[in-house]
C-alpha cells in the first residue's frame, strides 16, 4: 500500500504517490541548481516544470488517477535536452548528420571533484570515491588500504576517519557526476536521476538488502565517527572561545593604553601596589612612542578576528549549514592571515626586546632605591644606638637581624659581610661614665681570624680576638647545652639558645676585656676588623655591648704627701 498525495502544479492538481513524488521533488531541485548558473536559466526551468504539467493532463486524460514513479520515469525520459527545447528543428536532422559549425556547442570542461560514494561502500565510502577520482579499481585501493592499516599501526585507521569526516557524501546527482568526472548537463543529470530511482526502487522492494548494508562494524565505525566529530567539534569551539578571550583580553588592555595615553597614567587602586602601578604607568608612557606596540596590537586583533571567522565559518561548513568558500575568498584569506601572523611575529619579538630593557631598567632602579632606603634606615638604627661608623668599604650592610643566639627573628645587630676578603668595617661608641676600673662584654661570631672587639680608655687600647665558630655553635650555644645537660636551668633564655637554628647554634661567643682604667670616665669601645691587619674572612656580627664596673680607682694616702718646711722668721 502507498500513500497518494495532491499537488498543485500550475493551478491543476494532480494525484501522485510518495515515490514518484520524490523522484519529481529531486528532479525539479537539480534542475533548478543546474540552470541557475546560466542567463535566462530560470525560464528554461519554469518551462520544463509546464511540461511536466502538460505530460501529468496527458496521464490525467487518459484515465490514470495517481501518478506512478513508472510514470515519472517515463515522463523523464521524455523530456528532451535543453537544445531540443529551443530548437525543433534539430530533431530532424537525420543521424550521423554533422552538425553545422556555427551551431556546435563548445566542449565542457570536466572538473573532477572527491567525494565519498555511497553507492558502492564498505564502510564510508571514502576508498570508493578515492578510486573514482584517481580512475582505478576500488578493490585493489581497498586491499591497499587494508595494508597499510596493518604495517601503520593504525595509524591508516584514523587517517581514513579523518577522510571520512572531512570528504563530503555524494547525496544529489550533480555531486555523483562531478565525482565520476562527467559534465553536468541535462542530459547527464536525467540519466543519473533515473539510475537513482532505479536503485531506490530496487532497495525498497528487497528489505534484506537493509539489513546485509549496515552491520556491526559499520554501525561501530558510525558510532566512532561520531565521537570524534565531537571531539573535533569541542577542540575547534574550545580553541574558538580561547581566542575570543584572549581577544577581549587585548581590547582591554588597548584601552588601558589608550586610556593611559590620554590621561598620563592609570589612576591609584587599580594595581595592587604601587610599584606594579609606577612600572605599569613607565611602560605606557614610554611605549607610546614605540610604534611597534601599535603594529603589534592591531596586528594581533585582526589575527584573532580572522581566526574567529575561518574557525567558525569551518564548523557551519561541516554542520552544512553554509557553503563552503570559492578559491578566491579562501586565497584572500589565508594571504591577510599569514601577513598578520608574519607582523604580529615580528612586532612582538621587537615589542618583547623593549619590554625586557624597560624591565631590567626599572628593576635596577627600583633595588638601587631600596638599597638606598634600607642603608639609610640601618644607619638611623646604628645611630639611635649611639654607634658611629668610622670605616665601611668593600663591605655590604650594616645591620642585619633573623640568626639572633636566643632565636628571636626580630632582633637586630652589628652585621657585615663581602664576597671578598677585602672588607673593612670599624664601628665605635663613646660613653662617659665614672671614673673607675670596668669590664665591656659583647656577644660576638665571625668565619675569619682579625675580628676584635676593642676599648680605648686614656690613650690605652686594649682588644680581644673573636672565637671562629662561623654560623654554628659557639661558646654561648655551649654553656646553654652544658647547663641543661647538668639539669640547672631547663626553660627560658638557655633552652632558647641550645633550641636556635634547629639545635645547632649561630656561633655565637662572649667576647671579654677586663681592666679597663679610666680617670675621666670617658671610654671608647666597638668591633672592627682593620686593627690587626690579619683578616682573612668574609663576615662577622657583633651585638649586646656591656660595660660593668669592678672596682675603683686606688686612693692617695694623705701621709704620703710631702710636707713643705716651716717658714722662721
Not at 51 to 77: C, N, P, W, Y
Not at 149 to 168: D, E, K, N, R
Request: aromatic residues 10%; charged residues 25%.
Amino acid at each position: 500500500m502507498k500513500k497518494n498525495i495532491t499537488i498543485n502544479l500550475f493551478g491543476s492538481l494532480y494525484a501522485i504517490d510518495e515515490d514518484a513524488y520524490e523522484l519529481l521533488n529531486q528532479y525539479q531541485k537539480n534542475m533548478q541548481r543546474y540552470f541557475s548558473r546560466q542567463e535566462g536559466g530560470e525560464e528554461i526551468a519554469e518551462d520544463i516544470e509546464r511540461r511536466i504539467a502538460e505530460l501529468f493532463d496527458e496521464l490525467k486524460a487518459s484515465g490514470v488517477e495517481a501518478i506512478t514513479i513508472e510514470h515519472m520515469q517515463e515522463i523523464i525520459k521524455r523530456i528532451g535536452n535543453p537544445e531540443e527545447m529551443d530548437n525543433p528543428e534539430s530533431e530532424n536532422l537525420s543521424e550521423g548528420t554533422e552538425e553545422p559549425h556555427e551551431g556546435r556547442k563548445p566542449k565542457e570542461t570536466i572538473h573532477k571533484k572527491l567525494f565519498r560514494n555511497p553507492d558502492d561502500k564498505m564502510l564510508g565510502g571514502v576508498t570508493s570515491g578515492l578510486a573514482c577520482f584517481f580512475g582505478i579499481d576500488p578493490l585493489w585501493l581497498r586491499l591497499l588500504m587494508i595494508l597499510f592499516a596493518w604495517f601503520s599501526l593504525g595509524t591508516m585507521i584514523v587517517i581514513y576517519l579523518i577522510l571520512w569526516i572531512i570528504t563530503p557524501e555524494a547525496q544529489t546527482p550533480e555531486d555523483r557526476l562531478r565525482m565520476q568526472g562527467r559534465p553536468v548537463n541535462m542530459e547527464n543529470l536525467r540519466d543519473e536521476i533515473m539510475e537513482g530511482a532505479r536503485k531506490a526502487g530496487q532497495y525498497a522492494t528487497a528489505p534484506e538488502t537493509k539489513k546485509t548494508a549496515r552491520g556491526c562494524l559499520t554501525v561501530l565505525l558510525d558510532i566512532i565517527t561520531a565521537v570524534f566529530k565531537g571531539c573535533l567539534f569541542v577542540f575547534i569551539g574550545g580553541l574558538i572561545l580561547i581566542l575570543s578571550i584572549v581577544l577581549l583580553f587585548a581590547l582591554v588592555m588597548l584601552c588601558l593604553f589608550l586610556i593611559s595615553a590620554c590621561c598620563g597614567g592609570i589612576s591609584e587602586g587599580v594595581f595592587s601596589s604601587s610599584a606594579d602601578q609606577a612600572f605599569f604607568n613607565g611602560l605606557v608612557n614610554g611605549s607610546i612612542g614605540q610604534g611597534i606596540y601599535w603594529i603589534a596590537s592591531i596586528s594581533f586583533i585582526v589575527l584573532s578576528v580572522l581566526t574567529l571567522y575561518i574557525g567558525g565559518h569551518s564548523i557551519l561548513r561541516m554542520a552544512g549549514r553554509i557553503a563552503p568558500m570559492n578559491a578566491m575568498k579562501r586565497l584572500a584569506l589565508l594571504g591577510t592571515w599569514v601577513v598578520c601572523l608574519a607582523v604580529f611575529i615580528a612586532s612582538a619579538i621587537q615589542g618583547n626586546a623593549f619590554y625586557e630593557r624597560y624591565r631590567r631598567e626599572f628593576y635596577k632602579e627600583k633595588q638601587e632605591r631600596e638599597d638606598t632606603a634600607h642603608r639609610q634606615k640601618q644607619l638611623s638604627y646604628l645611630k639611635n644606638e649611639g654607634w658611629t661608623v668610622i670605616r665601611h668599604e668593600n663591605c655590604d650592610g650594616y645591620v642585619k637581624s633573623g640568626e639572633y643566639y636566643t632565636g628571636d627573628r626580630e632582633m637586630q645587630y652589628i652585621d657585615a659581610w663581602s664576597g671578598n676578603r677585602n672588607m673593612e668595617y670599624e664601628l665605635e661608641q663613646t660613653v662617659h661614665m665614672a671614673p673607675g676600673i670596668y669590664r665591656l662584654e659583647a656577644a660576638a661570631r665571625t668565619d675569619g681570624h682579625g675580628c676584635e672587639i676593642f676599648a680605648i680608655s686614656g690613650g690605652k687600647e686594649q682588644k680581644t680576638q673573636v672565637p671562629i665558630y662561623s654560623n654554628e655553635g659557639g661558646g654561648i650555644w655551649q654553656d646553654a647545652k652544658k647547663k641543661q645537660n647538668d639539669g640547672t636551668v631547663s626553660l627560658g633564655l638557655w633552652r632558647n639558645i641550645t633550641e636556635a637554628n634547629g639545635g645547632k647554634g649561630y656561633g655565637w661567643s662572649t667576647v671579654r676585656i677586663d681592666s679597663i682604667v679610666t680617670h675621666d670616665g670617658t671610654i671608647r669601645y666597638g668591633v672592627t676588623n682593620i686593627r690587626s691587619r690579619t683578616w682573612d674572612g668574609t663576615w662577622f656580627s657583633a651585638t649586646d655591648f656591656k660595660l660593668e664596673k669592678t672596682g675603683n680607682l686606688p686612693q692617695r694616702n694623705p701621709s704620703s704627701i710631702p710636707r713643705k718646711p716651716a717658714r722662721h722668721p
